[in-house]
């Protein structure tokens, strides 16, 4: 298996820009998790997600995010729109269960300017 | 938000020693897990210890944890260069799992 699969590694964007960022689970993983790392709070929970269906999204920031999983192999995390306090590396992960070994994505490091 | 907390938020040590790191947290758990993060990468997880159980080995690894102090040990045997990275204690309570500030630790050859 090749891993929880991220996309892009990075992403420079403008202020009021829209940003998707892109994960792919690893297969028979039931749980997709959405995390997003900074130096200032480090690692933040932002939405979770139990066989496709959001379970908690309680750590979304702002309106301006929002998280979908169309299917079992897919999840979008959108930002609209982009401010520079996004900037961060967000964080894809996936597990058989919700708090046993998280495997974690090379993450995606964002940069609003 | 973070719940278990790190201590020292930096280590640096001689390849061959010993490494140890510490972690507190604050509420009730049903397992607490450590996880490794190289820099520009994602955590990889390294050992869970479940609430009942006090010590866990994993080749150089060694994870104890005291409920009654709420606190846990990772102790990294022989460190090598390439253990440099930054280490997390994640805390697990029902679906809730919670990541503390880490601790970064060099290894000089």
């Known amino acids: 298996d090749a891993g929880v699969i991220q996309s892009p590694r990075h992403e420079v964007t403008e202020m009021g820009q829209e940003v998707t960022l892109r994960c792919k689970p690893i297969?028979?993983?039931?749980?997709l998790f959405w995390y997003r790392q900074t130096m200032m709070r480090g690692l933040e929970l932002l939405i979770y997600?139990?066989?496709?269906?959001?379970?908690?999204d309680s750590g979304m920031p702002e309106d301006r995010f929002s998280a979908k999983m169309p299917n079992a192999s897919f999840s979008t995390l959108k930002i609209q729109p982009s401010e520079p306090r996004d900037s961060a590396v967000y964080f894809c992960?996936?597990?058989?269960?919700?708090?046993?070994?998280?495997?974690f994505g090379s993450g995606t490091r964002l940069t609003v300017v | 938000s973070q719940q278990g907390e790190e201590d020292p938020q930096a280590l640096s040590i001689q390849e061959g020693e010993n490494a140890t790191m510490n972690c507190s947290y604050k509420?009730?758990?049903?397992?607490l897990q450590w996880y490794r993060q190289n820099s520009g990468r994602g955590l990889v997880h390294l050992i869970l210890?479940?609430?009942?159980?006090r010590e866990k080995h994993s080749g150089r690894l060694r994870v104890t944890l005291d409920t009654s102090k709420k606190s846990s040990s990772l102790l990294i045997t022989a460190s090598r260069a390439a253990d440099t990275a930054s280490y997390f204690c994640?805390?697990?309570?029902?679906?809730?799992?919670?990541f503390g500030a880490g601790t970064r630790l060099t290894v000089k050859p």
């Open positions: 210890i479940r609430s009942n159980e």
């Open positions: 994640a805390t697990a309570n029902n679906n809730d799992m919670r």
């Open positions: 997600f139990n066989n496709n269906v959001p379970i908690d």
């Open positions: 297969s028979g993983h039931d749980y």
């Open positions: 992960a996936s597990s058989f269960y919700p708090n046993y070994g998280y495997t």
């Open positions: 509420t009730s758990i049903n397992n």
